[in-house]
């Protein structure tokens, strides 16, 4: 899954007024990667993950040169079906061992509107790694109103082919381009 995206919240928000480079980090309560695809053309099945860490450097001088870093396990993947969850675990699919992550490293930026940008990075998973091209939007900046310090929102989409990965049993019947559909949250680093 691809997972992410936020410096395009950023590079978008160049006129929020932020000093050279700053640090936000994700909220992990506030944030998820939903997933979906088609089975057997009778239905979409969802799943997400949520919880995961990540951090943004954004340059407001230079909002094309921000980044963006991202990691979950891949045991944290949450199916709402316990036998499609642990499948998905098995050697059909990621054979996933404790420790085993997916991560997302942006490579650059393109702003590409106000509040849109176009974040391309690096997507490991499954020890494959592919280029993905994140379709970004800031949604908000400013001070949280609980928090009392800079926040940031925004959302992305993409898509994947899941054996592109390694992942690709039973394609195409159940299809290999997986859709995702990312919100994000994100604090000013301590």
Known sequence: MKSILLAAGFAVGATAGFAAPVKYV????HSQIMFSYNHLGYSTTYGMFSGFDGEILFDKEDPASSAVSVSMPVQSMITGWDERSGHFMSEDFFGAKEGDMVTFSSTAIEVTGETTAKITGDLTMNGVTKPVVLDAVLNQMG????????????????????????????????????QLNISIEAMKAE
């Open 143 to 178: 001070e949280h109103p609980m928090a009392k310090k800079d926040w940031a929102g925004f959302s992305a989409t993409t898509s994947v082919v899941r054996s592109d990965f390694g992942l690709g049993m039973f394609a195409p019947y159940v299809s290999d381009e997986v």
């Open 26 to 29: 994700l909220d992990p309560s």
